[in-house]
């Protein structure tokens, strides 16, 4: 059990350590912001907290002192907490409403924090049991400590989940309201760990033993330090990464396409503009091209197309309309192919019709359709 709460406490102080180096890289063009100075110092505060939890795991002193990792990590906690408020407000109010509630967290956390220092060396911390900080004690003394620790906690995560959602709906910036949502996350999966760790404590403190439950709080920390960590920093990156998933989105769907495509292209090799060996330089463009292109081979084969044949052309029972739709049209590309190699026109053909009622001016849409279609042609080819 010790061992995986310690590597809670290493995974929690790796995605802190990540977060503050990739802020740090933006020292340079952030540094004369305060929202920013207040970002780097909670992500210190976050990597002390969770360094500190680490150091309390593998040894019951620090600095010769017992049970002094605990202490430095609680009161860094505290700081932590109070830090991620301010940065809230950085984010989400103005200015002046900032300043002055940021005035409000630090006399909070300096008081929380002097009675936890208090309380600390009252109960002779230095001469405790780890397990006392670790899993509760029944000592009043520790009991109150380790409660007041954990609504120095609890508050933050309530009050910042509570200012969340209408924060990011009052943001302007898309990468602004992800990283509030994100940070309204994290409050929630903190505030689990809260109610774990009060439960690890009520029940040491009763002699109940709960097992391997107890190490449910760890786990809740981790992953709410995870998901704060990424909040911190998806302002910066989260554009990055959508434009990068935005891309292999496309190539997907480019790629998907290519069997319908190839097979249009060598019945109608007029349809393309560049040579098909082409390299994907420029994924938007080729994409739109190829679009374009199957949409031209598709109306090249018009003649072709067999009015009468709309059945689901090999889809599975109890697939979806819109699937049946696609699996019929790539069914008849496939029977207008070979009826163009043959020369043979059909007597009731689609020569004078539409794609189908198809958006063709929404591009993400059509491509939607198209790859649908070219699947269901793939899987139709290989059947045959």
């Known amino acids: ?132 900080f670790n899993t509760g004690s029944g000592q009043p003394l520790i009991l109150t400590y380790l409660l007041v620790f954990i609504v120095s906690q609890a508050l933050p995560c309530v009050t910042i989940f509570r200012q969340c959602g209408p924060y990011a709906r009052m943001a302007g910036k898309a990468s602004l309201q992800q990283a509030l949502r994100l940070l309204s996350v994290a409050a929630v999966v903190l505030f689990f760990y809260c109610l774990a760790r009060t439960v690890n404590i009520l029940t040491a403190a009763a002699g109940i033993d709960i097992g391997v439950w107890q190490v449910a709080a760890s786990v809740f920390s981790a992953a709410g330090i995870v998901v704060l960590s990424l909040s911190l920093t998806i302002s910066s990156w989260g554009p990055s990464a959508g434009k990068f998933l935005f891309w292999i989105r496309s190539y997907q769907s480019y790629r998907a396409l290519y069997p319908l495509w190839r097979d249009l292209y060598e019945s109608s090799p007029d349809i393309v503009l560049e040579p098909p060996g082409a390299a994907v330089s420029d994924l938007n463009y080729r994409l739109h091209r190829r679009v374009i292109e199957i949409r031209d081979g598709w109306r090249d084969l018009r003649p072709y197309i067999d009015r009468t044949s709309n059945g689901p052309g090999g889809a599975a029972p109890g697939v979806s309309a819109e699937i049946r739709q696609a699996f019929a049209e790539a069914s008849q590309i496939k029977q207008a192919l070979h009826a163009k190699r043959a020369g043979t026109i059909p007597a009731d053909n689609k020569d004078a019709a539409d794609f189908e009622d198809r958006d063709t001016d929404n591009f993400t849409a059509e491509v939607a359709w198209l790859t649908k279609v070219a699947s269901a042609y793939r899987k139709l080819e290989k059947a045959s």
């Open 1 to 132: 059990m010790n061992t995986t709460r310690t590597l809670c406490f290493v995974i929690a102080a790796l995605s802190s350590y990540a977060a503050l180096v990739y802020r740090l890289c933006q020292v340079g063009r952030n540094w004369r912001d305060n929202a920013y100075r207040a970002l780097v110092v909670t992500l210190l505060l976050q990597c002390l907290t969770f360094t500190m939890g680490a150091v309390a795991m593998g040894s019951e002193s620090f600095l010769g002192v017992g049970n002094l990792a605990v202490l430095v990590m609680h009161v860094a906690a505290v700081a932590f907490c109070v830090s991620a408020q301010i940065i809230l407000l950085r984010w989400a109010t103005a200015a002046e409403e900032a300043a002055r509630k940021t005035r409000y967290w630090l006399i909070t956390g300096a008081a929380l924090n002097a009675l936890l220092i208090a309380l600390f060396f009252i109960a002779d911390g230095p001469g405790r049991p780890a397990s006392d």
